[in-house]
């Protein structure tokens, strides 16, 4: 028998015995989904591909408001393929918009915690069921008209 399929019988012989990562470790969330729950963003958003539901907003909440408002905050399982990092730090401190608007909540956490979550955001590239989103399921994402970009005048 040569080494390689050695290596392979091992390998079966090893999962057959129960050698798996554990469910509990498996589950573990990332530090940016805890900042995620932390912040309260699960007021108005989901990341079902992560097990993560949005909340319902408790009375009195200066969160509410937002979790009121005529718009639909999506569930972001897939929003990484959308949008970097640095898109994210943007949008989340209002210097971004979508459509002329931009985010209902600005994050007023550290720079730091601000860096972790824009990269998780950023890193969610999956459909709501957790299987990998490819960038052909990309839904469409208006340019956005920059200032600039308006003809003088108008």
Not at 80 to 103: I, P
Not at 118 to 132: F, H, I, V, Y
Request: aromatic share 4%.
């Amino acid at each position: 028998m040569d080494r390689r399929n050695a290596w392979i019988i091992v390998a079966v012989v090893a999962l057959g015995l129960g050698a798996t990562i554990s469910p509990a470790r498996a589950a573990e969330p990332s530090k940016g989904a805890k900042l995620f729950v932390k912040n309260r963003c699960t007021t108005c958003h989901s990341v079902k591909a992560v097990g993560i539901e949005k909340k319902a907003a408790e009375a009195g909440d200066a969160a509410t408001d937002v979790a009121k408002a005529k718009r639909k905050p999506p569930d972001l399982s897939g929003i990484g393929l959308q949008h970097d990092a640095a898109w994210f730090s943007r949008w989340l401190q209002k210097k971004e918009t979508v459509e002329g608007k931009t985010h209902m909540k600005k994050f007023l956490g550290p720079a730091a915690d601000l860096k972790t979550v824009t990269e998780w955001l950023a890193s969610l590239k999956m459909n709501e069921d957790g299987t990998p989103k490819t960038a052909a399921e990309k839904p469409e994402v208006k340019p956005e008209e920059k200032p600039a970009d308006k003809p003088a005048g108008k």
